[in-house]
């Protein structure tokens, strides 16, 4: 793993919490029945940001498995994890099988798997779970990857709930005039190869999603997520400038010396607190049509 990433995925989970669509969180939440612990599949995990925003938010009784490739990640979940519990006033321990948290009215146990998703040939991982959900994973999926995901998720009746998916679309300003040419090429890199079965969709990903849901009768929910950075969010609006300008150097070198100048140019408007960043995104829920 890089520390890299487990720093990047810290600063913006705030971002993506204020960002995320609550509306679709409450919609998916409210049909997932209470009789029973809810059995979640959290795909991508990370260092567990979607655990940590959902809980709070779903039936009392909730028993997850957590999956990444990347087993440093997971192992930064329960040290995360533990302090937010303690904001949020709920015990954590250790368990045998991964971790539980508890509250007056909660009773949360998680299980991680280091797991490379690369190919989702295996229909077990998906078995007995009511919802299938993932957090600024999707961009990075290819279209037939996505096709077999909600497959499995169909076999098995699982609710769906993708959030924080990049869309293509950013605007700063001040703008600089090489603005767009740079986001045209970033987007290009988003939809290179990223290990997940090809291809990725990239900002295609929400369309291509919403149109493998139709093909087997999910009804869909979409919401925008935008990220609005403003001169609180210096940081992340360093990390976005400098990500985007590593992305565009490699897909296209011979733009080096550009790129060079539009980041300095564009970090002296973070420097100066006139710099505003806002990133589109979307969220998903999908909800398998109910049986008469
Ligand atoms: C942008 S991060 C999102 C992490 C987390 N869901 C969040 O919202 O903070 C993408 C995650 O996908 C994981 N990932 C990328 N390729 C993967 C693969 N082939 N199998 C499993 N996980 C993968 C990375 O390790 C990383 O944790």
Redesign the pocket.
């Known amino acids: 793993?890089n520390k890299t990433?487990s720093e990047?995925?810290h600063l913006?989970?705030n971002t993506?919490a204020q960002a995320r669509s609550m509306s679709l969180t409450k919609s998916v939440a409210s049909k997932l029945s209470s009789d029973q612990p809810v059995h979640i599949l959290?795909?991508?995990?990370?260092?567990?940001?979607?655990i940590r925003h959902l809980i709070e938010h779903l039936p009392t009784r909730q028993q997850w498995l957590v999956?990444?490739?990347?087993q440093q990640?997971l192992a930064e979940l329960p040290t995360q994890t533990e302090r937010w519990c303690q904001t949020q006033g709920y015990k954590f321990q250790r368990t045998k099988f991964g971790y539980v948290i508890l509250g007056t009215h909660l009773e949360c146990h998680i299980e991680t798997q280091t797991?490379?998703?690369?190919n989702l040939d295996s229909a077990k991982l998906f078995h007995g779970h009511h919802l299938v959900t993932?957090?600024?994973?999707l961009d990075?999926v290819s279209a037939s990857w996505l096709r077999t995901l909600i497959n499995h998720c169909h076999a098995v009746g699982a609710a769906i709930l993708f959030?924080?998916t990049y869309n293509g679309s950013v605007s700063c300003s001040p703008a600089e005039h090489e603005d767009e040419q740079i986001l045209k090429l970033f987007n290009l890199h988003q939809q290179t190869d990223?290990?997940?079965g090809g291809r990725a969709e990239g900002p295609n990903a929400i369309t291509c999603a919403i149109d493998c849901f139709s093909e087997v009768g999910y009804q869909v929910q979409r919401e925008s997520s935008n990220w609005t950075l403003g001169t609180k969010d210096q940081e992340i609006q360093r990390q976005l400038i400098t990500g985007w300008g590593k992305a565009v150097k490699e897909i296209a070198p011979e733009t080096t010396s550009m790129i060079k100048s539009w980041e300095t140019r564009r970090l002296a408007h973070v420097d100066a607190n006139r710099s505003k960043i806002i990133v589109g995104h979307d969220d998903i829920a999908a909800l398998p049509t109910e049986k008469t």
């Open positions: 793993m990433l990047w995925l913006r989970e993506d959290d795909l991508a995990t990370g260092t567990g940001s979607n999956t990444d490739k990347d990640l797991l490379n998703l690369s993932a957090s600024a994973l990075l959030t924080i990223k290990g997940l």
